[in-house]
């Protein structure tokens, strides 16, 4: 399963992308994670249904200091992806 995640409210100077990357590596999640020019977080997650969901989950709420206030899922055709990574 493939999910493109548009995170939105204080979500960028807080931690978002490096606290996203722990938490897909300890699900099995790959993709990858970078700050938007609109001031969101954008996200590719892939894996096994169960995990991308908990990932989805995850994103809901972001790290400590995030105000996450929306979020967008789309769920796309799966990719090849080596690792998760952060995009700058």
């Keep these: 399963m493939r999910a493109h995640i548009k995170v ?4 960028q100077g807080v931690f978002f992308r490096r606290s996203a ?4 590596d300890e699900l099995g999640v790959l993709g990858w994670v970078k700050n938007s020019d609109d001031g969101s977080v954008e ?3 892939q894996g096994e249904k169960k995990q991308v969901d908990q990932f989805i989950k995850w ?3 972001g790290p400590p200091f995030a105000k996450v206030e929306n979020t ?5 055709p799966d990719e090849d992806f080596a690792d998760f ?3 700058d």
């Design 8 to 11: 939105f409210g204080k979500v």
């Design 21 to 24: 990357k722990i938490k897909a």
């Design 43 to 45: 996200v590719m997650a």
């Design 59 to 61: 994103c809901k709420k």
């Design 72 to 76: 967008e899922v789309d769920i796309r």
């Design 85 to 87: 990574s952060i995009h």
